[in-house]
């Protein structure tokens, strides 16, 4: 198993310029979710999908959009990137059906908005 | 919402020492506190986790204590070596039955001296 996989590694967007995350899993996890670490700070959520089709907003959604149209896929869109956009970008898996269940992260996308 | 601060944000120990992070939470209705250990260049990685109705937890060098009244918990790593250098950060949820939100501390930076 690849577990999560996340691309691109590594990205440069030009203020007002968009751009979707990619974030697929191998793991038939029900719930996934996105977050970003900003330098010196923990992780906030972002979105997160509770299965295909289904999608909510976490602490900082604004300004993201996300769809689930896959169980393998959760994709994060980025509309009109802004300065205050660059961050490391993690997506994470998690079985789902327990409170207690682990997630597991991506290596992450580390994303400046210039 | 919940809100979770963290102490020290960072630490440096000598390596066979043992090292302490501490973690404080403010919702009460908490149940779920992992810990994750984020190696440089990586996505945040599990290594332990507590449910409220337990107040410590071992795997083999590291512990983690929870005080539900005092709203808190630690974690403990004994003989400590160089590969335990990384971001250690701790996270609450309270979330049941659905999927979680977890909240993260801002991050430890632990640095073991040979």
């Known amino acids: 198993n690849a577990g999560v996989t996340q691309t691109p590694k590594f990205h440069i967007l030009k203020i007002g310029q968009s751009m979707t995350l990619q974030c697929t899993q191998d793991m038939n996890h029900n719930y996934m979710y996105w977050y970003r670490q900003d330098p010196g700070m923990g992780l906030k959520l972002i979105y997160y999908?509770?299965?295909?089709?289904?999608?909510d907003k976490g602490e900082v959604p604004n300004g993201y959009n996300v769809s689930r149209s896959t169980t393998e896929d959760f994709p994060l869109r980025l509309e009109l990137a802004a300065p205050s956009q660059t961050s490391v970008y993690f997506c994470a898996s998690e079985a789902g059906g327990s409170s207690y269940n682990e997630q597991f992260f991506g290596p992450g996308t580390r994303l400046t908005v210039l | 919402g919940e809100n979770v601060e963290q102490h020290p944000s960072t630490l440096s120990v000598q390596e066979g020492d043992s090292a302490v992070i501490k973690c404080t939470y403010s919702?009460?209705?908490?149940?779920?506190f992992p810990w994750y250990k984020q190696e440089l260049g990586k996505g945040p990685q599990l290594i332990i986790d507590?449910?409220?109705?337990?107040g410590e937890k071992k795997d083999q060098r590291i512990a983690v204590t929870l005080n539900k009244t005092a709203k808190h918990f630690s974690l403990h790593i004994t003989e400590t070596q160089p590969e335990d250098s990384a971001v250690y950060f701790c996270?609450?949820?309270?979330?049941?039955?659905?999927?979680?939100?977890?909240?993260f501390g801002s991050g430890t930076q632990l640095t073991v001296l040979p």
């Open positions: 919702d009460s209705a908490s149940n779920y």
């Open positions: 507590i449910r409220s109705n337990v």
């Open positions: 996270a609450a949820s309270d979330v049941e039955g659905s999927a979680r939100q977890l909240t």
């Open positions: 999908s509770v299965g295909a089709g289904i999608t």
